[in-house]
């Protein structure tokens, strides 16, 4: 994994470049219950292994919104603008969850630039996150996030 580095001047000029992906490392249940339990979620599909199993699924999965959440660290893996003094999330514009993301699978993100426009101050981007389950056929999590970075 490589970091892109750069400054704000040059990221005005990145639309359109991938920035590559992260390392693997795999989907704890450890992990998956500590959001349960930050979040109240506790659904059977989450947190109870062996009931999880008679699911289609086969096993317990991450939650969507854990899934959703691994973009902030991705992209601060991906990415580093050295004059920025803040990195705000502004939103999403879209996202969806094509397949699961299993429980002892392996996963990695990937982004790339899609858009950069100017805000009060400095800089939005709109990146295009995806997060994906090793040897899986469709990703875990595509999503459209806009940070605002302060100069």
């Not at 490589?2 to 470049?17: C, H, I, N, P, V």
């Not at 939650?63 to 999330?89: C, E, F, R, W």
């Not at 514009?93 to 899609?114: C, Y």
Request: negative net charge; proline residues 5%; hydrophobic residues 40%.
């Amino acid at each position: 994994m490589t970091t892109a580095m750069m400054d704000m001047a040059s990221l005005r000029e990145a639309a359109g470049t991938h920035l590559g992906y992260t390392e693997w490392q795999e989907m704890t249940q450890e992990r998956v219950n500590q959001f349960a339990d930050a979040t109240d979620d506790h659904q059977f599909i989450h947190v109870d292994v062996e009931r999880a199993k008679e699911t289609p699924f086969g096993g317990t999965v991450a939650h969507g919104y854990l899934t959703l959440s691994l973009a902030a660290p991705v992209m601060g893996q991906l990415m580093h603008v050295s004059d920025a003094k803040i990195g705000i999330n502004y939103g999403l514009d879209k996202v969806r969850f094509p397949a699961p993301l299993p429980v002892g699978k392996r996963w990695r993100g990937g982004a790339e630039i899609l858009e950069v426009s100017e805000v009060p101050g400095g800089l939005q981007v709109k990146s295009k996150v995806t997060i994906e389950a090793e040897d899986a056929e469709k990703p875990a999590c595509v999503a459209e996030c806009l940070v605002r970075l302060i100069g």
